[in-house]
């Protein structure tokens, strides 16, 4: 999609390519995300705060493997959410009581920043830095990249999502965003990628087994699925 400024000063996205035979996400290095945040630090607090740089894996799976090697119950983890595994990427976690020591692991790699006082969540992040590699560009195509670089770092760039965000468990079925907006969390839930019998079976029997509403997300969907 291309973005063209109006005369305004908005930038809007048209409807040709600029380059249709352009590639992203050929290699790890092509894509980089570094997330931002500016949780204070206390020297007190029971939580430590940890950054996490890495490549090739999932955040769950990276995160699993750091408990594993400091022998860490997953309850005391807390993260903002998630990052790309074909890419490199850089996140924040805490630990309550956590190791004040840094890892080094395949592909990855944990900083120990310091205390803070509450746990890592969504709410801590303040941005996310992007670095996106382009590859197989024409000439006319870069051109025209540089012209819309040009357009957003002006006037900004609408937060657009697809189905990656908001598509349905089976396709052809009626997008998660449009039952959020309607107000029906019901049928959102049921429609959302990832929902399947087996795991809405083991949300159900985590929940019978520990009567904790520890996540009221979770708490919600197997009531819902009950």
Same mark, same amino acid.
């Given at each position: 999609l291309?973005?063209?400024?109006?005369?305004?000063?908005?930038a809007?996205?048209?409807?040709r390519?600029?380059?249709?035979?352009?590639?992203?996400?050929?290699q790890?290095? =092509?894509?980089?995300v570094?997330?931002?945040?500016?949780?204070? +630090?206390k020297? $007190?607090?029971?939580?430590?705060?940890y950054?996490? &740089?890495?490549?090739?894996?999932?955040?769950? =799976? #990276?995160?699993?493997?750091?408990?594993?090697?400091?022998?860490? %119950?997953?309850?005391?983890?807390?993260? !903002?959410? +998630?990052k $790309?595994?074909? *890419?490199e990427?850089?996140?924040?976690f805490?630990?309550? &009581? !956590?190791?004040?020591?840094?890892?080094?692991?395949?592909?990855?790699e944990? /900083?120990? +920043?310091?205390? /803070? %006082?509450? @746990?890592?969540?969504?709410?801590?992040?303040?941005a996310n830095?992007f670095a996106?590699?382009?590859?197989?560009?024409?000439?006319?195509?870069?051109?025209?990249a540089?012209? #819309?670089?040009?357009?957003?770092? &002006? /006037? !900004?760039? #609408?937060?657009?999502? %697809?189905?990656q965000?908001?598509?349905?468990?089976?396709? !052809?079925?009626?997008?998660?965003?449009?039952? +959020?907006?309607?107000? %029906?969390?019901?049928a959102?839930?049921?429609l *959302? @990628?990832g929902?399947?019998? #087996?795991?809405?079976?083991?949300?159900i029997?985590?929940?019978? *087994?520990?009567? $904790?509403p520890? $996540?009221?997300v979770?708490?919600?969907?197997?009531?819902?699925?009950?």
């Open positions: 291309l973005l063209r400024p109006r005369p305004s000063g908005l809007v996205v048209g409807h390519p600029f380059n249709s035979g352009m590639k992203i996400k050929q790890p290095g =092509d894509f980089r570094e997330e931002l945040t500016d949780l204070p +630090l020297p $007190d607090g029971p939580f430590a705060l950054r996490l &740089r890495k490549t090739g894996w999932t955040t769950p =799976d #990276a995160l699993a493997a750091v408990r594993r090697r400091w022998d860490l %119950d997953w309850r005391r983890v807390s993260y !903002g959410g +998630l $790309d595994k074909h *890419a990427t850089v996140q924040h805490t630990a309550f &009581r !956590g190791p004040r020591q840094n890892l080094n692991a395949d592909r990855l944990v /900083t120990y +920043l310091g205390q /803070t %006082d509450e @746990p890592f969540t969504a709410q801590h992040i303040s830095r996106v590699v382009l590859r197989h560009l024409t000439p006319d195509g870069e051109r025209e540089l012209s #819309a670089t040009d357009a957003v770092a &002006r /006037t !900004g760039l #609408a937060n657009y999502f %697809d189905d965000r908001f598509g349905s468990v089976t396709p !052809g079925q009626p997008f998660v965003a449009r039952e +959020l907006v309607r107000g %029906d969390f019901e959102a839930l049921k *959302a @990628p929902w399947t019998p #087996a795991r809405i079976n083991l949300g029997a985590l929940y019978n *087994a520990t009567k $904790d520890y $996540d009221p979770l708490a919600r969907s197997v009531e819902v699925f009950k």
